[in-house]
């Protein structure tokens, strides 16, 4: 199972804060996945994280390495300092270990990461990618199944009224 973690303050932190020196941080749990099957998610991680004072795009920051064994994650989180950020280690079930399927996923000015599986998605995502814009269609850069649910809430967003709107429920 992927493990994320995901920070909203008023207080902007250092990201080490939660990915790498608290007990239960993202890095220990990711090395140490006792409710999975695999007891590793080491399929590959990023972070994402806002800083409103640059630009309203999230930076973005992924690997395919272990998030425990990767020099630049570990650089990066005790110089880096977000009021809102996420972080995800993947243990692959839907797409290939490659750089396009780490979490999380970004549109325009949006961050996604997803925990879990969606069962029978071979079925539904030719249904589900159909009914993107094209705009949204090309957006999609990889072969998770979070990516297209990630695709599928953008299509039905609407940033001006900040809900779904004319989604099927």
């Known amino acids: 199972m992927c493990r994320f973690v995901a920070y909203i303050g008023k ?24 409710n999975g099957s695999r007891g590793l998610n080491a399929d590959g991680f990023g972070i994402g994280w806002y800083s409103k004072e640059i630009e ?21 989180s005790c110089k880096l300092k977000s ?22 996923f970004v549109i325009k ?6 925990n879990g599986t969606i069962k029978q998605f071979d079925r539904i995502k030719r249904d589900i990618l159909n009914r993107l814009s094209n705009e949204t269609f090309l957006s999609v850069k990889g072969q998770t199944d979070s ?8 299509h039905y967003y ?9 989604a099927e429920y």
């Open 11 to 34: 207080e902007a932190i250092l990201l080490d804060e939660v990915l790498k020196k608290p007990v239960n941080s993202l890095i220990n749990q990711s090395k140490h996945a006792r």
């Open 56 to 76: 309203d795009k999230p930076g973005l920051f992924k690997s395919v390495q272990p998030a425990w064994n990767d020099a630049n994650l570990h650089n990066l």
């Open 83 to 104: 009021s809102c950020f996420i972080g995800h280690v993947r243990a692959s079930t839907v797409g290939d270990v490659a750089i396009q399927n780490c979490h999380p």
């Open 109 to 114: 000015n949006l961050l996604f990461a997803h």
């Open 147 to 154: 990516e297209c649910l990630f695709a599928l809430i953008y």
């Open 158 to 166: 609407d940033p001006a009224k900040g809900f779904l709107v004319g």
